[in-house]
């Protein structure tokens, strides 16, 4: 069975956290992605250039697939450059005009709580923020919806948090557009069943993968409330065989033992879904 694997890039397959890396954990999971049927598409917050700099950084095995910006940007490797998947832009398009990002801006302007991101941050398709200190989720969630709903933008609100810097996170995306969005649609355009992908994650952007119907890990040094969120989303909807925690490690072969944190926790919860993979770090 053909299979695919989407990962999440900072804190999640980049050791860029507070826990330390297996060392032979990289090199694992290259090795998986050489050597198996398995098809690779980073899924991160960043954009495209981002994650192209951070291939380079940290040595990262080259993806078939970049799911860009939140997943509101879908990009397929085409020989030695990426060619944007104009299928899902057209799709997230059709939610968002041109000029919605901007308006989108303009109508939070005075929201009591966000400060915009710097302009770099700002996407065709995502307007993010930062969550001034003390800025209550709930009531925040209820000001952001009000105006966006009232001018009819579709949006999808995802909250997230950044442990090196301290601070909260809101990214505003279409509807659908969000990382599951772009995880079904990757998955269905490379034509890998549902049983044969597996998503990573660690952090609060990853929620809505981590409780869906696709089979996903958290990796070990997955933040405590994402881990409390996730554990009670699939109880909540009977899925609890969908999400695997990593964190008792995974004999890697030559690679030695490989902890449930990063990389190692990615190669774990493959191991688990589907164990025959196990065999190629003999090959």
Known sequence: MRRLLCTDLDRTLIPNGEDE???????????????????LAYVSGRSLAQVLEAIETWALPIPDVIAADVGSSVHHRDGRGWRADRHWETRVAGQWQ???QERIGELLANVVGLVPQEHARQMPYKRSYVLTPGAERTRLES????????????????????????????????????????????REALDVPLAGTVYAGDSGNDLDVLVSDVPAVLVANGDAAT?????????????????????????????????????????????HFHPALASRFDD
């Open 143 to 186: 000001d952001v919806r009000a105006p966006l709903e009232a001018d009819g933008i579709r949006a999808a609100l995802v909250f997230s948090h950044d442990p090196e810097a301290g601070i909260e996170l809101l990214d505003v995306l279409p509807a659908d557009g969000t990382k599951l969005h772009a995880v079904r649609h990757v």
């Open 98 to 100: 041109g000029e919605r």
């Open 21 to 39: 890396e297996s060392p032979g954990a990289r090199s694992a999971l290259a090795q998986l992605v050489a050597n198996a049927p398995l098809a």
């Open 227 to 271: 881990r409390q969120a996730a554990v009670g989303g699939v109880r909540a909807s009977g899925r609890e065989d969908r999400l695997y925690l990593a964190g008792e490690g995974v004999d890697a072969s030559r690679y030695g033992r490989l902890s449930g944190c990063y990389a190692g926790g990615i190669v774990e919860g493959l191991v």
